[in-house]
């Protein structure tokens, strides 16, 4: 008998079963698929989700700038008293 995971699609994927190519995994459902070097790969470089390892729900990614806090609060200024001569 072969084993078996239950993955979910990262957030805006979706990816084909390996027996059905015409068929997605997508975000929005839990869906078990055996555990193959097929799967196995798209969990590695992250399109699945095992999801019977993750309890939480998987995050929004939202558009935010990639500068840490630190450097944010840092604005370029010129130094006072220089007129740019």
Same mark, same amino acid.
Request: proline fraction near 7%; avoid cysteine; glycine fraction near 4%.
């Given at each position: 008998? %072969?084993?078996?995971?239950? +993955?979910?699609a990262a957030v805006g994927v979706d990816v084909p079963l390996h027996d059905d190519p015409k068929?997605?995994? %997508?975000?929005?459902?839990? +869906?078990p698929v055996p555990d193959n070097a097929y799967y196995r790969r798209c969990l590695a470089c992250g399109?699945?989700?095992r999801k019977d390892l993750v309890n939480d729900?998987?995050?929004?990614?939202?558009?935010?700038?990639s500068l840490p806090a630190a450097a944010k609060s840092k604005e370029k200024t010129k130094p006072e008293g220089t007129d740019g001569q």
């Open positions: 008998m %072969t084993q078996t995971i239950n +993955v979910i068929r997605y995994i %997508t975000d929005g459902a839990i +869906v399109d699945l989700l729900p998987v995050p929004e990614v939202t558009a935010q700038s």
